[in-house]
């Protein structure tokens, strides 16, 4: 099944059969997904849905369902969750021109010329057309800064009205980010408290940014004690740099310690940790596991945008992802920008996002690999916190069918989502990868599946 001797198919996803049922009973489920392989490692399972949750997971349930679906072994994963994203930027690429070094620095340069141009209806409606991208790659929900020294707050206001649109079919939660610096930019800190009273729920700074170390540092704290007096989640853009003296992750561990918020702060880029002095490093991943910090890395921006002051040998500039987890940190991966002034790629798909962790952090193990599919799926659906998400009974029935036959081959293939599901109701479908052969003594076509060795 779906191996490259197999025939191309008449019509539809190899494999993926359709039958509705013309049983009526009080407990019959809406749809049932079978034959399924979950990203645990359990396979040929059959997923219940009923009234938009998850209603049983197990091999051969005795059931009849209202429609079926019968999905012949492939992976189906609850969705995709983009921990850090800028959608307050996305495809706003050539606006008001190219960046033309690539670098971080002309990249905040151009913003600033873009910031003034911004109007709501535009930044909504570039939003709205990523998030329609994003549902179609199967991500169920994203958390994004939102530049807030802008003083008419125009990302703000676009946000909150894409969050309201998209609720339906996608969580979106903002953070108030101040990308020029809380005291580095006249009126940030006004205009900060002005988002959170908009709506806006996460408290966002950087303060590696700010003037100074000593101004990054206080930055840090009254972040995190603004968070404490509101009950809000902290994320901070922290340590973006490769200088190995940015340790404001110390202040962030620390003072989420001392204010009891363990379980609520999430430190995103951390890249400076990849150039830091190993001893010191042996004493902070200790600290931040302790204090209950996440930590988010972009694999895909920090790649691109770190090192740009070496000659060589270049600093990758990822943080150490394997080193972090090791020592019990939740750690996810981020998009962070998709076709804006920092980065000119990108299409939503977080599963390349995944497969640029495993090429930069050298996370080829399996069971590295396998974590770097969690860093993408279940990791940052629980800093986010989001509710329902899972693959138990009682979960929200937010599933994605992926052309491929376990996590590793998903992020091999950066693999098709074959369907999406929000609330057991399909939201976005795609036609598998299958390239007709045209070769003597060869099969008529090739899926680019491939076995599963066994585990
Ligand atoms: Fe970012």
Known sequence: MGRSSDPLPEAGPIGIV?????????MQPDLILRGANLPDGRREQDILIKDGLIQAVGPQIDARGRDELDVSGRLV???????????DATLSLGLPR????????????????????????????????????????????????????????????ALLEVRRRVAPYLTLQLVAFPQDG????????????????????????IPHFERTMEDGRRSVAELCELAADRGLMVDLHCDETD??????????????QRLGLGGRVAGSH????????????????????????????????????????????????????????????????GHDCVMDPWYSLGSGDMLEVAHMAVHVGQLTGIDA???????????????????????????????????????VEAIRLKATRLFVLRAGQIVARAAPRIASLDLPGRPPAVSFLHAAPAS
């Open 243 to 256: 200088d190995p003296l940015s340790r404001h992750i110390e202040t962030l561990a620390c003072e989420t």
């Open 369 to 407: 690999m396998r974590r770097c599919f969690e860093a993408v799926t279940s990791e940052p659906a629980s800093i986010l916190g989001l509710d329902g998400y899972g693959l138990e009974p009682s979960c929200r029935a937010d599933l994605v069918v992926l052309e491929a036959w376990d996590a």
């Open 77 to 87: 994963t609850p969705p995709f969750v983009d921990c850090h994203f800028h959608m």
């Open 270 to 333: 951390l890249t400076s940790m990849h150039s830091m002095d190993n001893y010191y490093v042996s004493k902070l991943i200790p600290l931040i596991a302790e204090s209950g910090v996440a930590a988010i890395a972009n694999p895909l921006i920090n790649i691109t945008l770190q090192g740009r002051h070496d000659a060589y040998p270049k600093r990758r500039g990822l943080t150490r992802v394997a080193e972090l987890a090791a020592a019990g940190v939740r750690v996810a991966f």
């Open 98 to 157: 190219l960046n033309r070094s690539g670098t971080l620095l002309e990249g905040i340069q151009l913003w600033n010329e873009l910031k003034p141009l911004l109007t709501v209806e535009a930044v909504v409606d570039r939003a709205m057309a990523y998030c329609d991208m994003a549902v179609a790659q199967g991500i169920g929900a994203i958390r994004s800064h939102v530049d807030v020294c802008d003083p008419r707050l125009t990302g703000v206001e």
């Open 18 to 26: 359709w039958a509705a049922s013309s049983l009526e009973q009080p």
């Open 182 to 205: 809380l005291y580095r930019s006249p009126g940030a800190r006004e205009n900060l408290l002005r988002a959170l009273d908009l709506g806006v729920e996460i408290v966002g700074g």
